[in-house]
């Protein structure tokens, strides 16, 4: 009879941990590292601001424009990540002792700490997490010293690197203002320094290795980046998405400016870390040079030749860029960081109707919003002059307004 009901208790309690296991969408009898859990990761985004404050930009398909909150954590934060059953991880910001990871399910708007300590150590506090194609989620100090990764089945926190020094492979990771990461399709950690342009590739495949160092250029070169995530939307575009203080800048594959969501810091706090499921490497460059033109630009420079920007069009009677100017100040941008031996004087022209003063002084006013535009994504103010003219060297004095237009223009001198 005793026998009997040992059994029957021993087929309950197996009962129990299998419910337990499907609520949470987490296998307890896979006790293979290297198997992936069951992915039933939603397509929701999270960032998280300075104040703990969770929010939402929508889905990976349709980014919202407006981020909308989504939890206050019961601390400061900078470092959140989030698994595949869609429970997102967090942990208390600019603490170097050891610290429970916290866990927070946006579906029952509820939080509790986990079984998950992360270890002390002297580098300023979490600073970012991720998530790799396994499931796994990793988290990592302010200049990288640490990182560490959690098998959400086991109890133990392993700790890939207690020194970012010890990374065998190339130049090593710098990180001195601090770094962001996150994971790719490879389970390959991508870091980003936050005031520099550099990007590093590390290999998880047995010991880290350091195998690739980068520079991103253009609009990457003078913003301050708190995180950076990749992933493929349902049109198969690659999407970038950059973590600045006061919003979020995403880039799209076949685009040449990124969809800004802003966020009011005021109420909400500095925006630290995003996160997803699902991450894929962009691999594609994201302003691509227009070879021909490049060819054009460089022809004229060796001949000291003007040429003119074609595509360069202003609000009327501004100094204000119309959309359709972005192309080819992008390529401009691209073609300038590419070729640093080039610096160029930009030239302003209005058209010769009108007051005198005032169209020299639009004119002016038009090439230093270019040459502001050029600086912003990276090029360097010492490599670019501007001159204004008025309307005083028009290429046609009669005609039509439309003949006239031509004389609206900016162009391009080469200088030693």
Avoid at 79 to 89: E, H, W
Avoid at 206 to 228: A, C, H, Q, R, S
Avoid at 258 to 267: E, G
Avoid at 367 to 390: A, E, F, H, Q
């Amino acid at each position: 009879m005793k026998r009997q009901h040992l059994l029957i208790l021993l087929v309950l309690l197996f009962h129990i941990s299998t419910a337990l296991a499907q609520k949470d969408n987490l296998r307890r009898d896979d006790r293979d590292f290297d198997v992936p859990l069951p992915n039933n990761c939603d397509k929701i985004i999270y960032v998280v601001t300075l104040p703990g404050v969770i929010m939402s930009l929508g889905t990976t398909d349709n980014h919202s424009d407006k981020a909308e909150m989504t939890a206050l954590l019961p601390f400061r934060c900078n470092a959140i990540t989030k698994t595949f059953n869609n429970k997102i991880l967090a942990v208390e910001a600019d603490k170097d002792i050891s610290l429970p990871v916290y866990e927070f399910s946006p579906s029952t708007k509820s939080g509790k700490y986990t079984k998950w300590k992360l270890p002390s150590h002297n580098d300023g506090g979490w600073i970012s997490g991720g998530t790799d194609a396994l499931g796994r989620v990793y988290f990592a100090t302010t200049t990288m010293k640490y990182m560490v990764r959690i098998d959400l089945r086991y109890n133990d926190v392993e700790v890939l690197w207690s020194s970012k020094d010890r990374i065998d492979g190339g130049n090593k990771i710098t990180c001195l203002e601090g770094c962001n990461f996150y994971v790719n399709e490879k389970s390959e950690v991508l870091i980003k320094e936050n005031k520099k342009n550099t990007s590093y590739k590390v290999n998880m495949e047995g010991k880290p290795y350091l195998f690739e160092t980068k520079n991103m250029e253009g609009f990457f070169n003078t913003i301050t980046v708190n995180d950076w995530y990749e992933f493929t939307n349902d049109k198969q575009q690659n999407v970038s998405m950059f973590v600045m203080r006061d919003g979020i800048s995403i880039f799209k594959d076949g685009e040449y400016r990124p969809k800004v969501t802003k966020i009011d810091t005021l109420r909400f706090g500095i925006v630290t870390d995003i996160a997803g499921c699902n991450a894929k490497e962009n691999k594609k460059p994201r302003i691509i040079i227009n070879e021909k033109r490049e060819k054009e630009i460089l022809d004229a420079a060796t001949k000291k030749e003007s040429i003119r920007l074609e595509k360069i069009l202003f609000k009327l009677g501004l100094s204000e860029l119309q959309t359709a100017s972005y192309q080819e100040l992008d390529e401009l941008v691209m073609i300038l960081l590419k070729n640093k031996q080039l610096k160029i004087l930009l030239e302003g022209h209005t058209d010769v109707s009108g007051d005198a003063e005032d169209n020299f002084k639009l004119s002016i006013e038009r090439v230093n919003t270019c040459r502001d535009y050029l600086i912003k994504y990276g090029v360097s103010p010492t490599r670019i002059n501007t001159k204004g003219y008025g309307g005083t060297k028009p290429l046609v004095k009669m005609g039509s307004e439309s003949e006239r237009a031509v004389n609206r223009r900016v162009e391009i001198k080469f200088v030693e």
